[in-house]
């Protein structure tokens, strides 16, 4: 049975958030399935210096379509008070805005790109040998991100509307079609790196001409020519909201920058391609917590809209228990098969005897995540945006990046992978600590209508 945006402010918190998370953590699980099997194939088929390449673009490519994901997390925060506040007129309007500020953005942004590929890919730690698989994979790339950023904006504003089994169809058919055009392109024709970037460049433009269909045949937003004009104040509003999205993708792009070079300093291209694995390791494992925090957020965001505190304060502690279950089963599981995962990867037998280790201490903290991340969401879609960015860069900003240049000085690689679960337990002090104080005073103070 599918979800109105008006269902998100009446039916039972759980049955919401089922009906939000599931294809939301589905949608993420394909999603990471793509980048996984694209990792496998481009090890299997091209090598571990292949891996290193592609550890280095992928940051670059999503710190540009994060620009989209930034707007439309934004915009969608608007659009869900703005529905539960039955102000339609405001949420076209949004919509409109959106729609032009990310496409204006992201083609900027690639021709910046195109421009200066070398100093990025220098930048990003393509040192050595990595820089020329580096380059293979990055134009190719580059030129599909645009379709890219718009369905990472488009997705957002499918949840806002209650809608999250369009949205998990959304980012099914890029997966699918990544992994066959990369049988074809890599394993079949031999196109190399080059291969792996077109076929993930087709990937984006198909999602993308699903989302267009969506918005065209089945969306409640209808936005009419006007709709499209930049307002000042809607503008402004989606921009100081998405900057704490984009201002996280920011900071993990710096992160990147630094883990790089950090890692090809202290243990050359091999440290670059194990960091590669665990990465795309966090970004497939993690996905029923992204995907109950992705659930959480039209959820709250309608029902903050709407005033009804009472639904807000239950959506918090249904999503942050789930999610932290989740997270507890996810650990269990990593701690007993890390070293089958990692020959999944690789047959490089320093990956294999150096990768499980580190990929136990980097997922050491998993479980008590769940409160940073649905802290941080929920004063997003409160749209309390300075305490939202705050919170959202308590990991890798505040705590993650000062580790990663410190603790390699004194215990080298170890250092790298003994700061992620450090990290992980400031960060979620912070966040809870003040996502238990908003919970008590202002989300009590006002449902009691005092």
Not at 263 to 283: D, K, P, Q, T
Not at 364 to 378: E, F, R, T
Not at 427 to 445: A, D, Y
């Given at each position: 049975?599918?979800?109105s945006?008006t269902?998100?402010?009446?039916?039972?918190?759980?049955?919401?958030?089922?009906?939000?998370?599931?294809?939301?953590?589905?949608?993420i699980?394909?999603?990471?399935?793509?980048?996984?099997?694209?990792?496998?194939f481009?090890?299997?088929?091209?090598?571990?210096?292949?891996?290193?390449?592609v550890?280095?673009?992928?940051?670059i490519?999503?710190?540009?379509?994060?620009?989209?994901?930034?707007?439309?997390?934004?915009?969608?925060?608007?659009?869900?008070?703005?529905?539960?506040?039955?102000?339609?007129?405001?949420?076209?309007?949004?919509?409109?805005?959106?729609?032009?500020?990310?496409?204006?953005?992201?083609?900027?942004?690639?021709?910046?790109?195109l421009?200066?590929?070398?100093?990025?890919?220098?930048?990003?730690?393509?040192?050595?040998?990595?820089?020329?698989?580096?380059?293979?994979?990055?134009?190719?790339?580059?030129?599909?991100?645009?379709?890219?950023?718009?369905?990472?904006?488009?997705?957002?504003?499918?949840?806002?509307?209650?809608?999250?089994?369009?949205?998990?169809?959304?980012?099914?058919?890029?997966?699918?079609?990544?992994?066959?055009?990369?049988?074809?392109?890599?394993?079949?024709?031999?196109?190399?790196?080059?291969?792996?970037?077109?076929?993930?460049?087709?990937?984006?433009?198909?999602?993308?001409?699903?989302?267009?269909?969506?918005?065209i045949?089945?969306?409640?937003?209808?936005?009419?020519?006007?709709?499209?004009?930049?307002?000042?104040?809607?503008?402004?509003?989606?921009?100081?909201?998405?900057?704490?999205?984009?201002?996280?993708?920011g900071?993990?792009?710096?992160?990147?920058?630094?883990?790089?070079?950090?890692?090809?300093?202290?243990?050359?291209?091999?440290s670059?391609?194990?960091?590669?694995?665990?990465?795309?390791?966090?970004?497939?494992?993690?996905?029923?917590?992204?995907?109950v925090?992705?659930?959480?957020?039209?959820?709250?965001?309608?029902?903050?809209?709407?005033?009804?505190?009472?639904?807000?304060?239950e959506?918090?502690?249904?999503?942050?228990?789930?999610?932290?279950?989740?997270?507890?089963?996810?650990?269990?599981?990593?701690?007993?098969?890390?070293?089958?995962?990692?020959?999944?990867?690789?047959?490089?037998?320093?990956?294999?005897?150096?990768?499980p280790?580190?990929?136990?201490?980097?997922?050491?903290?998993?479980?008590?995540?769940?409160?940073?991340?649905?802290?941080?969401?929920?004063?997003?879609?409160?749209?309390?945006?300075?305490?939202?960015?705050l919170?959202?860069?308590t990991?890798?900003?505040?705590?993650?990046?000062?580790?990663?240049?410190?603790?390699?000085?004194?215990?080298?690689?170890?250092?790298?992978?003994?700061?992620?679960?450090?990290a992980?337990?400031?960060?979620?002090?912070?966040?809870?600590?003040?996502?238990?104080?908003?919970?008590?005073?202002k989300?009590?103070?006002?449902?009691?209508?005092?």
């Amino acid at each position: 049975m599918a979800v109105s945006s008006t269902d998100l402010g009446t039916l039972p918190i759980k049955q919401l958030l089922v009906k939000q998370s599931v294809p939301a953590s589905i949608g993420i699980l394909f999603m990471s399935v793509n980048i996984l099997v694209d990792t496998i194939f481009v090890g299997q088929w091209l090598g571990s210096l292949a891996i290193a390449a592609v550890s280095v673009v992928l940051p670059i490519t999503f710190l540009i379509s994060s620009l989209g994901m930034a707007l439309g997390i934004g915009g969608s925060s608007i659009i869900s008070r703005a529905l539960g506040a039955n102000d339609r007129e405001k949420a076209l309007q949004t919509f409109g805005n959106q729609i032009m500020m990310t496409l204006g953005l992201a083609i900027i942004s690639v021709v910046i790109g195109l421009f200066y590929s070398k100093e990025v890919l220098l930048l990003f730690g393509a040192n050595g040998e990595i820089m020329k698989p580096a380059m293979a994979f990055f134009i190719p790339v580059l030129y599909g991100v645009p379709f890219l950023g718009l369905c990472m904006m488009g997705n957002t504003v499918i949840r806002a509307e209650g809608k999250p089994k369009f949205a998990m169809i959304a980012m099914i058919i890029p997966a699918f079609g990544n992994i066959i055009l990369d049988i074809i392109f890599i394993k079949t024709l031999n196109l190399g790196m080059f291969g792996a970037a077109l076929a993930t460049s087709l990937s984006y433009f198909m999602c993308f001409a699903f989302i267009l269909w969506f918005f065209i045949f089945k969306s409640e937003l209808k936005p009419q020519w006007h709709h499209y004009t930049f307002k000042y104040k809607i503008v402004s509003e989606i921009s100081s909201l998405g900057f704490v999205t984009f201002a996280r993708q920011g900071v993990v792009a710096i992160l990147s920058i630094i883990l790089n070079h950090t890692l090809f300093i202290h243990g050359g291209e091999i440290s670059v391609a194990i960091y590669g694995i665990i990465s795309r390791m966090l970004m497939f494992a993690l996905f029923p917590i992204l995907g109950v925090t992705q659930g959480f957020l039209p959820i709250a965001g309608y029902n903050y809209g709407a005033k009804n505190y009472v639904r807000v304060s239950e959506t918090i502690s249904t999503s942050v228990k789930w999610a932290a279950g989740l997270a507890t089963v996810i650990f269990i599981a990593i701690l007993i098969f890390a070293e089958p995962i990692v020959a999944i990867f690789s047959k490089d037998s320093t990956i294999i005897k150096e990768t499980p280790n580190a990929l136990r201490l980097v997922f050491a903290a998993s479980p008590i995540i769940a409160i940073q991340l649905i802290g941080a969401a929920y004063f997003q879609a409160a749209g309390k945006a300075i305490p939202a960015l705050l919170l959202t860069l308590t990991k890798q900003g505040f705590f993650l990046i000062p580790l990663i240049l410190v603790l390699p000085n004194i215990y080298g690689i170890f250092g790298v992978w003994i700061a992620f679960p450090i990290a992980d337990i400031l960060s979620t002090l912070v966040t809870g600590f003040f996502l238990k104080r908003e919970m008590n005073r202002k989300l009590t103070f006002l449902q009691d209508g005092i």
